[in-house]
C-alpha cells in the first residue's frame, strides 16, 4: 500500500468528508507501516474543533473509509491542530489576528525569536505588538510560528 495514488485518494476523501460536516483539513498524512496503516487528520474550523466534532469526522470518514477496502488494518487518529498549533501563512494570522504568538524568524543577527500579539497582517509582512513597540517582520524571514498562551 506504498502507492502514492491510494495516499492521494484517502487524503482526497478525508477533504471530501471535511467540507460535507463544514471543517478545514488543517493536515493529513497517511502513513504505512507493513499491513498495518495510520491515517492521521487534523481538522479546523474557524470556532475552533471539538471532541464532538472529531468523533462526528472520524465515524463518517472511517465508514468510506471501510467501505472503499484501500485499507486492510488502520489506525485512525483524529484531532485539532491544538492550543500551540503553528501559524503556516497570511491566512492563518490574519485569522488569529490580536492572538498571542511566538515568532522565530531570520534577523540581520541570525535566528532571533520574538513573543508578542498578532498585529496587523499585509501582503507581504506582519506587525507583531511586542511590549517594545510594533515589530514588522517579513513572511520569507519567519521560520515557524506559533499560537502562544502567554507573551511574558
Not at 471539538?50 to 465515524?59: G, H, I, M, Q, Y
Not at 465508514?63 to 491566512?91: C, F, W
Not at 513573543?115 to 496587523?120: F, L, Q, S, V
Request: proline fraction near 3%.
Amino acid at each position: 500500500m506504498s502507492n502514492p495514488v491510494v495516499k492521494e485518494r484517502i487524503i482526497q476523501m478525508a477533504n471530501e468528508v471535511a467540507a460535507e460536516l463544514g471543517y478545514m483539513i488543517y493536515n493529513a498524512a497517511v502513513l504505512v507501516k507493513g499491513e498495518n496503516s495510520k491515517v492521521v487528520v487534523k481538522l479546523d474550523h474557524i470556532k475552533g474543533i471539538s471532541l464532538n466534532d472529531c468523533e462526528a469526522f472520524s465515524k463518517m470518514f472511517s465508514t468510506r473509509l471501510d467501505d472503499a477496502h484501500m485499507l486492510p488494518n488502520y489506525a485512525l487518529e483524529v484531532s485539532s491542530p491544538g492550543i500551540k498549533r503553528q501559524l503556516r501563512n497570511a491566512e492563518e494570522y490574519a485569522r488569529f489576528k490580536g492572538s498571542p504568538a511566538k515568532i522565530i524568524y531570520t534577523g540581520e543577527d541570525g535566528q532571533l525569536a520574538v513573543k508578542g500579539y498578532i498585529g496587523h497582517v499585509g501582503d507581504s509582512e506582519l506587525v507583531l505588538e511586542t511590549g517594545g513597540g510594533e515589530m514588522r517582520i517579513e513572511f520569507g524571514k519567519i521560520k515557524s510560528a506559533n499560537i502562544e498562551l502567554d507573551v511574558k
